[in-house]
């Protein structure tokens, strides 16, 4: 059904208005040639054509599932369980758009209970929403809620952070007016290695500030010691904001319990295999005393009249439900098919399984860094206890050295000089519990062939 709110006499209106003689006027500031291009488009294909077609361009890809990757940067090769695909496929929550009438099924809604509870108990904190975009978006929200709650605007965040975190930060925080203070947690000495600065976080804090925000691990893999920092931020009546990784929680301590009064992450890692930009997972959780000021919304648990166990939509602060100006967020949807996949695998793993999951990462890891540091020309540089990510610097560019890697059928590790010129010879490695002895060491070997 075609609906077309404009009638030729609205439209004739509007451009009047706006002092335009035709539609076509909007767009003077495009080419012509770029407006109507010509397409050189190929004759149409049947199906198992366009299929084989496809596929042939696939296979000029490469793959985790084919070739060994040491990839991570944010965006991690976790096992996901086949049981979990089982599941979110299922007619009863396969959709494309998220649920949340409060009419929806007590199914979805207590499968966000179950996600909540589960957030909750990873990051020893009191109440948790039903999950957010990503990351990134998680821990923006989590700062304009902490600068709201201290109507403070001082925001102190270490350069640790992942770098496209503190893009989207800068972003909210100029159209919020506030201050973001980026501090040198690192430095660099002249053999590449790392030196930690963690000491200028805690300078950095004043009675100005609304919070600081960590991420633990950081984007280089290691973990701050963040008790004596939650101590001085509460000290000057600011909050402390963690960004933690969910699989590092199976072995780290849970945040709620060193101080932290919210709780972010990246929830992918347990729910999604790796992807071009995405679907990703926002995790958010918080105290009690602050619920009301948590974005996005809450499923709880209640019984009926008769007594009978129930879920029910409890607490949204979306724009559509509430006054826009008394809205706490403009996040009006999560990732809820995301956070199901994260609630199957979660409870599949269970406590013991969340561990194992952690230690692997831990102890492959460890191999890999001590065989690499081994190699000439190559060396670990971790100024602090890592977990599956660790830099190393190389004897040449790390492009180079992907290349070669690459030639050898192995992807490897994040090229590091992306982010600042003096870190162009550092590879951020990132190994889990899916790299087998024999990638690890395929890996060795081809950096043991690697010539300047």
Not at 161 to 174: I, K, N, Q
Not at 238 to 262: K, N, Q, R
Request: aromatic residues 8%.
């Amino acid at each position: 059904m075609d609906y077309v709110p404009h009638s030729n006499e609205d439209r004739e209106a509007m451009l009047r208005a706006i002092g335009v003689a035709g539609s076509e006027d909007l767009f003077h500031d495009i080419p012509t040639d770029v407006r109507h291009p010509h397409l050189d488009l190929p004759p149409g294909m049947s199906e198992p054509e366009v299929i084989r077609h496809l596929n042939a361009l696939g296979q000029q890809n490469s793959n985790v599932l084919e070739t060994p990757s040491f990839l991570g940067a944010g965006c991690y090769n976790h096992f996901i369980p086949s049981i979990v695909n089982a599941l979110i496929l299922r007619g009863e929550f396969l959709t494309s758009y998220t649920p949340y009438q409060p009419e929806l099924s007590q199914g979805t809604l207590q499968v966000m209970y179950e996600f909540q509870s589960m957030v909750c108990l990873l990051t020893g904190m009191d109440v948790a929403n039903a999950s957010m975009y990503d990351e990134a978006t998680a821990t923006a929200e989590a700062v304009l809620t902490a600068c709201s709650i201290t109507k403070r605007s001082k925001v102190v965040v270490p350069d640790t952070f992942h770098p496209t975190t503190l893009e989207v930060l800068e972003t909210y925080a100029e159209g919020r007016e506030l201050s973001l203070v980026r501090v040198p947690a690192f430095t660099i000495d002249d053999d590449g290695s790392f030196r930690d600065n963690w000491d200028a976080v805690s300078a950095a804090i004043d009675d100005d500030t609304a919070c600081v925000a960590v991420q633990v691990p950081n984007f280089f893999g290691w973990v701050h010691e963040c008790q004596d920092i939650a101590d001085t931020v509460h000290a000057h009546g600011a909050m402390f904001v963690v960004s933690a990784d969910p699989v590092a929680l199976g072995i780290l301590t849970p945040p709620g319990e060193y101080g932290a009064d919210i709780v972010t992450g990246e929830g992918h890692s347990l729910a999604l295999p790796p992807g071009f930009g995405g679907p990703r997972l926002g995790l958010y959780a918080t105290r009690k005393k602050y619920l009301r000021q948590m974005p996005g919304r809450v499923s709880g648990m209640t019984k009926d009249i008769d007594g009978k166990r129930g879920f029910v939509m409890t607490l949204q602060a979306r724009e559509q439900h509430i006054r826009r100006e008394k809205a706490t967020s403009n996040i009006c949807t999560n990732e809820a098919l995301a956070a199901l996949a994260f609630t199957i695998n979660v409870s599949w793993l269970g406590p013991a399984g969340m561990r194992k999951k952690a230690e692997l990462c831990l102890a492959k890891s460890h191999y890999a860094a001590a065989q690499i540091d081994a190699l000439p020309g190559f060396s670990v540089t971790a100024p602090g206890p890592y977990i599956k990510e660790f830099v190393v610097h190389c004897p040449a560019t790390v492009s180079d050295v992907n290349e070669h890697l690459l030639a050898h059928g192995v992807l490897g590790g994040y090229d590091l000089g992306n982010l600042r010129a003096e870190l162009d010879r550092h590879m951020l490695v990132c190994v889990t519990e899916l790299n087998t002895r024999q990638d690890i060491d395929r890996l060795i070997g081809a950096l043991g062939e690697f010539n300047t």
